[in-house]
């Protein structure tokens, strides 16, 4: 096991309000809320490959949103997905957790809703999101930005994915 991956086994092990404490203490912003599990009780820990998410105005969308980004991760990662929270569009859907679970990607935080989760509850692909709408992205929104930093309501975001190997603050 790398030292990376033994770090990461470790911080799993601990519960949220543990690390919420230990962030306050550090004087860190101590996390952020409203992104629960949408599927059964799962715990993750990981290195953030980040993406950023707008709408798409008209323009064509290119590829598959995300998946240049989840092939960029690895099995120590977890997508950060930004979305500005939006509900009424879905960011984060069955075809990318079939790409990022062949990925052994740990997960996904997405600050914005999702869709599929019956099929990521079949894969065992942990995912977290403000909430779940059937609204596909095709045509909707388009990938701005990945492996660079995001926000999460109060809370920055660096990716650290194996083509970025340090931490940015």
Same mark, same amino acid.
């Given at each position: %096991?790398?030292?990376?991956?033994? *770090?990461? #086994?470790?911080?799993?092990?601990?519960?949220?309000?543990?690390?919420?404490?230990?962030?306050?203490? &550090?004087?860190?912003?101590?996390?952020?809320?409203?992104?629960?599990? %949408?599927?059964?009780?799962?715990?993750?820990?990981?290195?953030?490959?980040?993406?950023?998410? #707008?709408?798409?105005?008209?323009?064509?969308?290119?590829?598959?949103? *995300?998946?240049?980004?989840?092939?960029?991760?690895?099995? #120590?990662?977890?997508?950060?997905?930004?979305?500005?929270?939006?509900?009424?569009?879905? &960011?984060?859907?069955?075809?990318?957790?079939?790409?990022?679970?062949?990925?052994?990607?740990?997960?996904?935080?997405?600050?914005?809703? &999702?869709?599929?989760?019956?099929?990521?509850?079949?894969?065992?692909?942990?995912?977290?999101?403000?909430?779940?709408?059937?609204?596909?992205?095709?045509?909707?929104? $388009?990938?701005?930005?990945?492996?660079?930093?995001? $926000?999460?309501?109060?809370?920055?975001?660096?990716?650290?994915?194996?083509? &970025?190997?340090?931490?940015?603050?």
């Amino acid at each position: %096991m790398t030292a990376d991956a033994d *770090l990461l #086994e470790q911080y799993a092990a601990l519960d949220t309000a543990t690390v919420s404490d230990a962030l306050d203490i &550090c004087g860190l912003p101590p996390g952020q809320g409203g992104l629960p599990p %949408m599927w059964g009780r799962p715990r993750i820990a990981g290195f953030a490959a980040t993406v950023e998410l #707008e709408p798409l105005n008209g323009d064509h969308a290119g590829a598959h949103i *995300l998946t240049d980004a989840i092939a960029q991760a690895g099995p #120590e990662n977890v997508m950060v997905i930004a979305n500005g929270g939006r509900a009424d569009v879905s &960011c984060w859907g069955g075809i990318v957790s079939v790409g990022a679970a062949m990925r052994s990607i740990r997960g996904v935080v997405a600050d914005g809703a &999702c869709r599929d989760t019956g099929q990521a509850r079949e894969l065992g692909f942990p995912v977290f999101a403000r909430a779940q709408v059937p609204v596909t992205a095709r045509g909707r929104l $388009r990938q701005k930005s990945a492996a660079a930093p995001v $926000r999460l309501g109060q809370v920055t975001v660096a990716s650290r994915t194996p083509s &970025c190997r340090t931490w940015r603050s």
